[in-house]
């Protein structure tokens, strides 16, 4: 079955800290794979895009990593700031028909 | 900037009425998409279209249709709301995907937050 599995489910960390949010997935074939951050009452904006190929791709203090042999990517948040409270949602296109298999996402949660 | 705009961020409706919800987006984009969104759950497609007046079910389109009679405009209708279809939802738009990889980045509007009584 194609899943995307995030976690954790939620997390809170202290303004000025890093952390690191992980996506699991089972989906086959693999065409790409994003990361969007969702703001409380707002829609998905998407952060990055990494394909097959790339295992690395930053944007400012996020940094998104992806292994597809192990099918994991992670999205690491350096120097964090309160505005980096937002939900995070990893979601993998299937390479045969382009539906996106979407995560739960995980609730970060930035303390000052 | 993509802008998508959701005709309204809160409604509240009573169980049995019919629903519109208005989506437009000013990108010219082909896709366009109907999701909602509940607590613990990833998005879940109610439909899509890909072009004007053509659309296709998503994972869950039982109680919902969809009309789209201009490229950017695309509307979801609640035939006849029920207090399961209480959600979040989320209209996005995006640029072709086949044949066309990068193309598939979704533009999201701010969402509707829909409570049936």
């Known amino acids: 079955k194609n899943q995307v599995e995030q976690s954790p489910q939620s997390l809170i960390i202290l303004e000025g800290k890093n952390c690191t949010l992980q996506?699991?997935?089972?989906?086959?074939?693999?065409?790409?794979l994003r990361w969007y951050k969702q703001d409380t009452g707002r829609g998905p904006v998407s952060l990055t895009i990494?394909?097959?190929s790339e295992n690395t791709k930053s944007n400012g203090r996020y940094t998104a990593t992806l292994d597809a042999d192990t099918k994991q990517s992670s999205l690491h948040i350096t120097a964090s700031q309160l505005s980096d409270s937002a939900s995070y949602i990893c979601?993998?296109?299937?390479?045969?028909?382009?539906?996106?298999?979407w995560g739960a996402g995980t609730k970060l949660i930035i303390k000052p | 900037d993509v802008k998508v705009t959701q005709s309204s961020r809160y409604l509240v409706k009573r169980t049995g009425e019919k629903v519109f919800l208005e989506c437009v987006q000013d990108?010219?984009?082909?896709?366009m998409f109907w999701y909602r969104q509940d607590p613990g759950l990833g998005l879940r497609l109610i439909y899509f279209?890909?072009?004007?007046?053509?659309?296709e079910k998503g994972d869950i389109p039982e109680g919902y249709s969809v009309s789209r009679e201009k490229k950017e405009r695309f509307s979801l209708i609640l035939e006849s709301a029920s207090t399961n279809q209480t959600s979040m939802y989320l209209c996005?738009?995006?640029?072709?995907?086949?044949?066309?990889?990068?193309?598939?980045?979704?533009?999201f509007g701010p969402g509707t937050r829909l409570l049936v009584l």
């Open positions: 996005a738009s995006s640029l072709p995907s086949g044949g066309a990889r990068w193309g598939e980045t979704q533009y």
């Open positions: 990108m010219d984009h082909e896709n």
């Open positions: 279209s890909y072009d004007v007046k053509m659309k």
């Open positions: 996506c699991n997935y089972t989906v086959s074939p693999f065409s790409n």
């Open positions: 990494m394909t097959f």
């Open positions: 979601v993998v296109t299937m390479d045969s028909n382009y539906q996106l298999i």
